[in-house]
Every structure is written in C-alpha cells, then in structure tokens.
DNA sequence: ACCTGAACACCGTTCAAGT
DNA sequence: ACCTGAACACCGTTCAAGT
C-alpha cells in the first residue's frame, strides 16, 4: 500500500491527534501522532511542514472556537474584561498546550484578532496610544500565566516549615489550583481595568 | 583514564556550562554540556541527578546575584518595586532560560526567598491576608511574561497589512524589544502597584 | 568516588521508492 | 498526490567496567 485512493491524513485529523497528547501526556512527537492516526511518521510531511507548524495549527484550533465579543455596544470596561476572559478561557481548555505557544510567534490570525479588539476597546476607552501594547502586553502575560498555572502541581511554592512564615500564612487556606489560579487572574484584571481607567482619566485632565 | 587524582567536573562547571549554551544558543544538552567540558556525557550523572535537576540549578543560580532590597526601611510600595525590579532583572540576564523555568516547580529556596519577601511587604502595606498570594502570583505572570518577550524576534505579533487597524497603529513607532517589553513591565507593575494601594485603602474603611 | 564507552529507547527530518 | 521504510543526526538515562 503506497498511496491509497482517499487520504488517510488530514490536516484536522493531526491537529486533533496532537492536542489530545498534549492534553492528556503534556507532549506530541511525531512516532506518537503518528501512532494514533494507524500512519507511518514520515506521512504527516505530506500535509504539515514540521514540528513548529502543527504548534501554530494547534495555537489556530483552540483559539478558533470562543463566541465573538459584542465589542461595540459595550461600555468598554465590560467589553475588555469579556475580551480577556474569553482570551483566557481558550488557554484554560488546554493548559498544557500554553508552554508550547509560549516560545513561539504568533502566526494565527485569528489570535491576532483578539489583540485587535483589544487595541480597539482600549483606544475607544481613551488609553495613549503609546500605552496601548503595554496594556495588550500585561494582559497577555496575565492571561498566559494564569493558564499556565494549571499545568504544575498542587503547590507550586514549596516552602520548608519556619523559614519563610509570611508566604505560610498567606498560602494557608488557599483553594485548589483551579481556585488560585483564578484568584489571581482576578486580582490582576481587576487591577489592570482600574489602572487603565486611571490613565484615561490621567491623560485628560 | 578512568577516575582522576583531582574531579574534572563539578556541580557549578556544569551549571556554568549549561546556563552558557542556553545564553547561547536557547536550549541546552547533556552532549553539548559534556563536549564543552571535554568530557563523556554519563559523566554528568556524577554530580547530578537528571535534566530537570540542572535546571533547577540554573534557576538558583541566576537568582543568587542580586543585591537584597532593604525592605524594612523603605515605604511599602518602594520596597514591592524594588523587589519586583530585582526579580525581573534576574531573568532579564537570562531570558533565554525563562521557557525553561517556566515548566518546572521551583525547589530553589533562594527564588522562595524573593516571594517571602514580597509576601512581608504586602502583608505589611495591609493587604488582606487572602490577596496576598494572588497578589504575588500577579507579579509573577508580570515579570515573567516581560522577560519571556525577550526571547522573541523583533516582532512579536505581525499583523498582515490592513486587516488590524488598531493593532498597526498601537505597534506603529514601538521601539526595540528590550524598550517594549520595559514599557509592558513598567505599565504592569504601575498598575499592581496602585491596584495594591486602592485594595488596602478599601479594606480599611 | 569519578570517569569511559556501549547500550537503549526515544526524538525531528529527509529521501528514495512505490502507486 | 500520498503513503512506506530506511536512514541520519540528534536526545536523556543506565550500567558494566576501570582506577
């Protein structure tokens, strides 16, 4: 059997194959897509160019599904804060596919549409033009690594018992990862709205 | 030769060896390691316990530098920024390991030093007990997120021609990488920084 | 204790060969 | 166009053997 009369490979099927390794073992390789999909490894070059392509395929995927914000008829407060989560939810779905997005340009188009509605809320909302990636920037970061959070273990600051009795108390009673992970989410957007607020006012008066 | 009067290796030519190649080249090997130190590469094994383990290795080293902040004697919010400062400044040295930290617990009591210290000031500053740690988490995304952008091109979102007016005008007249990704980390920090204040403020009265 | 060399099970990518 | 299988240059880790 060389090459059969319908094609036993799609660009979808990889994808798929991949995000759900990466969910399930936190890596893809090659062999193991390969593997799933009953193919031979060298076959997956035929409809993708190489390891950093099916990242950017993934990258396309899981940022493709989220329902459009209704940016316009919103007062821009809200409309970021839906923006971000939204943002935010995407990653969540599939935390352990952040550290592969980490490390690599943003290439999808659809990504890039959510930085646009940003920069579009955040000049409507009156924010210097200069300050507006720095915002888009921070709110990424934040975005990122409250995502990114959901891929370590339970305790992700191990301090020893006694040498460090501000970070134990304040780590005492916290929830799960879930829980701390959106907490923090939370404190910075909430920050992050009120200092974008304060700028606009800053920049008026 | 097998074992030498006097050890050709050491904990610290490796870490040496390796935190070089990452400056260098982004990543890291135990063959590259072991050939930069004329060496054979189960040799390594001597003298640490796996990959992960010289990674850990690396992450205290980076942060072992710093001058410590005197937090006692400063105001609060200078305190937080100098801490903040500090810690982002660790990672500014070595941007090309941030990927790697990033998907590892840290273990390094020096690096836990850093948070104790943060947890102090804003406990101090009298931030409730249970923003504390998101609060933290918040700063964490900040600084590491402003590093990580070091490590990428010049451009790190490109938007295609027209289709992002918004986004082209934000980026239009943005200047280097290291000057974006200080302005990303100085909006970011301004803003936890007031977000800190105005949180306190509220919890008083 | 500390090194070498061989071995093993993994990677990503290329390429000739087949239909 | 689309697949297979072999090949290549890489990985991390283990282990017997030597001093």
């Given at each position: 059997m060389a090459r059969p009369r319908s094609p036993l490979l799609s660009v979808d099927a990889i994808v798929t194959a991949a995000l759900a390794l990466v969910d399930e073992t936190g890596d893809f390789s090659f062999p193991k897509v390969a593997r799933r999909l009953g193919v031979?490894?060298?076959?997956l070059y035929n409809h993708i160019a190489n390891r950093e392509h099916i990242v950017e395929l993934m990258r396309g995927r899981v940022f493709a599904t989220p329902a459009p914000v209704d940016?316009?008829?919103?007062p821009w407060e809200e409309a970021l804060r839906a923006l971000v989560r939204t943002y935010r939810d995407c990653m969540v779905a599939h935390p352990r596919l952040v550290p592969l997005l980490i490390t690599q340009t943003v290439q999808d188009l659809g990504v890039i549409g959510i930085y646009e509605d940003m920069a579009v809320v955040l000049e409507r909302a009156g924010l210097a033009r200069q300050a507006v990636v720095p915002a888009i920037s921070a709110i990424d970061y934040l975005a990122l690594g409250s995502a990114l959070d959901?891929?370590?273990?339970?305790?992700v600051w191990a301090p020893?018992?006694?040498?460090?009795p501000a970070l134990s108390r304040a780590i005492a009673g916290l929830g799960s990862v879930e829980e701390r992970a959106e907490a923090a989410f939370a404190f910075g957007l909430d920050v992050l709205v009120a200092g974008v607020r304060e700028q606009v006012l800053r920049t008026i008066h």
């Amino acid at each position: 059997m060389a090459r059969p009369r319908s094609p036993l490979l799609s660009v979808d099927a990889i994808v798929t194959a991949a995000l759900a390794l990466v969910d399930e073992t936190g890596d893809f390789s090659f062999p193991k897509v390969a593997r799933r999909l009953g193919v031979s490894q060298s076959a997956l070059y035929n409809h993708i160019a190489n390891r950093e392509h099916i990242v950017e395929l993934m990258r396309g995927r899981v940022f493709a599904t989220p329902a459009p914000v209704d940016c316009e008829n919103l007062p821009w407060e809200e409309a970021l804060r839906a923006l971000v989560r939204t943002y935010r939810d995407c990653m969540v779905a599939h935390p352990r596919l952040v550290p592969l997005l980490i490390t690599q340009t943003v290439q999808d188009l659809g990504v890039i549409g959510i930085y646009e509605d940003m920069a579009v809320v955040l000049e409507r909302a009156g924010l210097a033009r200069q300050a507006v990636v720095p915002a888009i920037s921070a709110i990424d970061y934040l975005a990122l690594g409250s995502a990114l959070d959901l891929t370590g273990p339970e305790v992700v600051w191990a301090p020893p018992e006694g040498r460090f009795p501000a970070l134990s108390r304040a780590i005492a009673g916290l929830g799960s990862v879930e829980e701390r992970a959106e907490a923090a989410f939370a404190f910075g957007l909430d920050v992050l709205v009120a200092g974008v607020r304060e700028q606009v006012l800053r920049t008026i008066h």
